[in-house]
């Protein structure tokens, strides 16, 4: 069993790492030997979009994922008290020496067109009537939480718009790991992404208290 990273952050500013957080752990184990082989002898660049603590993009580097070829970190989030979390998460898990980079973006918007050869989401995923405005101010703590945890209509606007994404995010051997709760109706999402001419495969799923949590691989075909 892989290690987890000790985390510690003030959860009135940054998403508090919980099950979805830890049912990605346990994907990324899962997916481990998979992601070595596509990327066998390959500098690779990783994405993690919302980084949050900096949970997941901490255990990608404290246990060489996709491989130990010196990879490309980056962690694009668009609090930047997430930013500042994931640096110190970073640290405090003797990770000073894998290359990192924590930029404020809306999504993948600052991302170089496919170059990201894996790409984690756990997404603003609970349905809500929309998705939050981003704070104007560093200070509207509770603010940023919100964008952490609410996802609009069905929750899926901000995944949808990664999805729309998608292709020009992926490198040609890109791989994208993408969490959803069962009002996201993501077997809908994955049979529409199918149709678009993406491989999709259910890597992993477990009932969270009252939620359902998923997480899908998308591969182009
Ligand atoms: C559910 S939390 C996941 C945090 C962490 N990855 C984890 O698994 O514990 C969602 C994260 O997405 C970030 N986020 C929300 N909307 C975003 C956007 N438009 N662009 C970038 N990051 C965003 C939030 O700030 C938050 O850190």
């Known amino acids: 069993m892989l ?42 660049i990783v994405c993690e979009l919302g980084p949050g603590s900096g949970i997941v993009t901490t255990f990608l580097m404290q246990n060489d994922i996709p491989n130990n070829e010196g990879s490309v970190y980056l962690a694009l989030d668009i609090s930047p008290w997430a930013l500042e979390a994931t640096q110190n998460t970073q640290k405090r898990n003797g990770c000073q020496n894998r290359y990192l980079s924590v930029i404020q973006s809306d999504l993948s918007k ?30 509207d703590k509770g603010q940023w939480l919100d964008l952490a945890l609410l996802g609009g209509e069905d929750g ?29 109706k993501p077997e809908q999402v994955a049979e529409k992404m199918k149709q678009q001419g993406w491989s ?7 009932k969270a208290g009252w939620e359902v949590l998923s997480i899908y691989r998308f591969t182009r075909s």
């Not at 999709?200 to 477990?206: G, H, S």
């Open 3 to 44: 290690p987890t990273p000790y985390i510690k952050c003030d959860y009135e500013t940054v998403y508090e790492p919980c099950e979805d957080s830890f049912l990605v752990l346990d994907c990324l184990e899962q997916e481990q030997s998979f992601l070595q082989t596509r990327f066998k002898h390959q500098l690779a």
């Open 110 to 139: 600052c991302l170089r067109r496919n170059s990201t050869d894996l790409l984690v989401f756990n997404p603003p995923y609970v349905p809500a009537e929309q998705v939050p405005e981003r704070p104007s101010h560093e200070d």
């Open 156 to 184: 899926m606007v901000v995944t949808q718009e990664v999805l729309n994404q998608l292709d020009t995010i992926l490198s040609q051997e890109g791989v994208a790991y993408i969490l959803f709760c069962a009002r996201n």
């Open 200 to 206: 999709v495969d259910l890597i992993i799923n477990r």
